[in-house]
């Protein structure tokens, strides 16, 4: 003969709660939960300081407030989802996990390293959205670096402010740097040709910036912009993007927009 084990899950399947008015209530969750629990819907309504048929109505299906099932959940031991199925379950761990690597206190505490490191690991693109990005382009070691990675193939994607741009003289007198922006950018310019020669792309922009955007791949460094301060004295992030919609894919979606209303050089 054969005998069928009946785990305690099979078990808690069959139980229904008394509702508090004596009426049995439907095989929800949440009803096999506080049948374990050994705890009544009156008691349940006590603790949490609400009606007893509103208990009644959550184990027929309501959904309670985010407090009450936080609650609820302490007061069984079970989880939201196994409380509630329909419930939203959290993204998966790797998606969330935290995409912020390291903060700087200022761009100029950056080590050198980094920034190489950064472009180096590129197999991809490289992206670089920036008033002027003076400090890299006057890098050889780094503009060289990118320059190689343009002729390898990678997709290499540098924007800058327009010299005679509206905003790049509010951001030039922002610094008190005055017709100093338009000069860096300049010369950026100058410094980054061999880039372009290299297959890269260069365009201009005239466009607010509240960071500058560093990016190679599936990693960026942010550098925030402060009003009054130049970006050399403002914090960098570092992200690493692990999210189709986390903080990196913010970063990137700005680049974007912002390229595709840029300009060729000769505009």
């Given at each position: 003969m054969n005998h069928t084990v009946r785990t305690s899950w099979d078990f808690l399947a069959t139980m229904t709660v008394?509702?508090?008015?004596?009426?049995?209530?439907?095989?929800?969750?949440?009803?096999?939960?506080?049948?374990?629990?050994?705890?009544?819907?009156?008691?349940?309504?006590a603790r949490l300081g609400v009606d007893p048929k509103t208990v009644d109505r959550?184990?027929?299906?309501?959904?309670?407030?985010?407090?009450?099932?936080?609650?609820?959940?302490?007061?069984?031991?079970?989880?939201?989802?196994?409380?509630?199925?329909d419930l939203s379950r959290p993204a998966d761990p790797d998606g969330q996990a935290d995409e912020v690597r390291i903060v700087y206190p200022q761009r100029n505490v950056v080590p050198a390293s980094a920034w190489s490191r950064l472009?180096?690991?590129?197999?991809?693109?490289?992206?670089?959205?920036?008033?002027?990005?003076?400090?890299?382009?006057?890098?050889?070691?780094v503009s060289t670096l990118i320059r190689d990675k343009a002729e390898a193939g990678v997709r290499v994607r540098i924007a800058l402010g327009r010299p005679d741009g509206h905003h790049v003289a509010d951001r030039g007198h922002e610094e008190q740097v005055g017709d100093g922006m338009s000069a860096r950018i300049r010369t950026s310019l100058i410094r980054l040709r061999s880039v372009a020669d290299?297959?890269?792309?260069?365009?201009?922009?005239?466009?607010?910036?509240?960071?500058?955007?560093?990016?190679?791949?599936?990693?960026?460094?942010?550098?925030?912009?402060?009003?009054?301060?130049?970006?050399?004295?403002?914090?960098?992030i570092h992200l690493k993007q692990r999210a189709a919609h986390g903080m990196a894919a913010t970063y990137l979606d700005s680049f974007e927009r912002v390229w595709a209303g840029s300009c060729e050089i000769a505009c």
């Open positions: 008394l509702a508090s008015d004596g009426s049995r209530c439907v095989n929800h969750p949440l009803a096999r939960a506080l049948r374990g629990a050994g705890i009544n819907t009156v008691e349940v309504a959550w184990i027929a299906g309501r959904m309670p407030y985010p407090r009450h099932r936080d609650a609820l959940a302490r007061m069984t031991g079970w989880s939201l989802q196994e409380l509630w199925p472009f180096d690991n590129a197999k991809l693109e490289i992206s670089v959205l920036a008033y002027s990005a003076l400090f890299l382009a006057e890098d050889l070691a290299a297959g890269g792309e260069l365009r201009l922009h005239d466009t607010v910036l509240y960071n500058s955007i560093y990016r190679a791949d599936d990693e960026l460094l942010i550098n925030t912009h402060v009003y009054g301060h130049p970006a050399s004295h403002a914090p960098v």
